[in-house]
DNA sequence: CGGCACGTTGAGCGCGATCAACCTCCGTGG
DNA sequence: CCACGGAGGTTGATCGCGCTCAACGTGCCG
């Protein structure tokens, strides 16, 4: 929850944007690489626990995850949080506080986060100009929403040990498409209240339902964090399909 | 669930559209609207029951909803459904179909439902003419984001009780501001099995739920769908502050 | 008239919450 | 160097919210 824990370089030129490395991705056009190096202003980076954007504040940037994880969460006024998504290198964070007029949800870095900022106010211009990168944005949004369709059938009509399934399934999958699986295998750095907030449980109850999913031999607890073994386990639990793979923009 | 209970008619000119009438919705340009009479094919009218768009269909329009009620949903391999969202006018549908491959999840009418019907194909040349139509199509999915987040926070953190509160007040408010509040009252069109697969929760539940908040003299549950009386209440009981208020676009 | 969709109510069960210890690891300060 | 405290994880006991099962009521439609 550190709220400085961020400081700002210029490492990567957009010609030589490590998302570019990814098959997943599609790639832009030239015209568009040098307006998207003038749309962007620099590289923000993020400790573990920074509070990269904040619900209710107006946040004056829209970002790109280059490298790292964060979450997005919502929290009651009594405290209770429910996180809503994770994001991945590729993702695109900020976009709500850039077309509304304030943020409604926060988003806080899992480990070291370097982000590639935008400048808001040139949102509408990168409209005008570039209607093909425009319509990526669109896309991205609508991606999330789509997630977002997928997560909330989850915790509204799967039980724990599913929905706990579905999860490190669905994680995986993101995160494969952007290089982080290595053996098969995949270091989620959350904790076990991150699993809880997501799922909608308490955390004992998350440390019960995590046994199960380990004993059944999907995944392995570790010091920090967790590591996802068997892919095709965690599908059949949580009777799940996968998501569908499809080339991807990114801007 | 019915398939065949739509049928296309052609009644209202852009320029004429009812929604011009709600003080709540940013009005277009000229050439805007003529542009739109183009992209518009004409109008879908569907009864109670049907299906308007398909999980796993490719859909070939866009629709902007301009009179009824409508709901999303996903459904579990073994027929646990969740409703996802309501659509109420205003509302855009078919966007992540436009975009993807297929949609990812359904569609059903709740109400007599009459719908602008648009052109999938030619969401490209909008976005390369009219960036401020785009613009607001982004803003509008990006609100539809917003919306679950919201909702996923209620069905993850909140109790039965809490989660309905919540569920009426949201609804409430959206209607609002679409002119179907009369006298502070409400009519919801829906069963319990629908407010069941909103909240996560069976319909046994749901009903004693349901009766306590019409004991506490929120609402009132009639033949078929439900009163909305004291919206206060609902947001005494949900812990929750309202929407903030502010123009939206359409298209 | 039967059949069906929808709502209602009670009984009992179980999934997941809460409470309460206790553990290990690790960073900090004496 | 050790003492201490806090964060994170583990485990058992008990509680209770919400589920399931079951029965019944009502109104509507064929």
Redesign the pocket.
């Known amino acids: 929850m550190k709220n400085n824990g961020a400081s700002t370089v210029r490492q990567y030129p957009c010609e030589r944007c490590p998302l570019q490395n990814y098959p997943h991705f599609q790639q832009h056009e030239k015209d568009e690489v040098e307006f998207l190096s003038g749309f962007k202003m620099g590289e923000l980076v993020a400790d573990v626990g920074t509070t990269v954007l904040g619900e209710g504040r107006s946040s004056a940037h829209l970002f790109t995850v280059l490298s790292g994880w964060a979450f997005r969460y919502k929290t009651l006024e009594d405290g209770r949080r429910q996180i809503l998504n994770y994001v991945l290198p590729g993702d695109l964070i900020g976009l709500q506080g850039s077309l509304m007029k304030e943020m409604q949800h926060s988003v806080e870095a899992l480990s070291p986060l370097v982000m590639c900022m935008f400048q808001r106010d040139k949102l509408p211009a990168l409209f005008q100009s570039y209607p093909t990168i425009a319509y990526d944005i669109t896309w991205l949004a609508s991606r999330e929403e789509q997630m977002l369709d997928e997560i909330l059938l989850s915790v509204g009509r799967r ?3 599913e929905r706990a399934a579905y999860l490190f399934a669905f994680i995986y999958q993101r995160a494969k498409s952007v290089g982080m699986v290595k053996n098969n295998t995949l270091m989620v750095p959350l ?3 991150h699993v809880a907030d997501t799922l ?12 199960k999913l380990a004993a059944k031999g999907a995944l392995r ?1 570790l ?3 967790c590591e996802v073994i068997d892919h095709q386990i965690l599908l059949d639990i949580a009777k799940w399909q996968g998501l569908p793979p499809a080339p991807r923009p990114y801007i």
Do not use: E, F, P, Y
């Open positions: 039980s724990a040990l904790r076990q209240q909608g449980l308490s955390i004992v109850h998350t440390n019960k339902t995590l046994k607890w010091d920090r964090g």
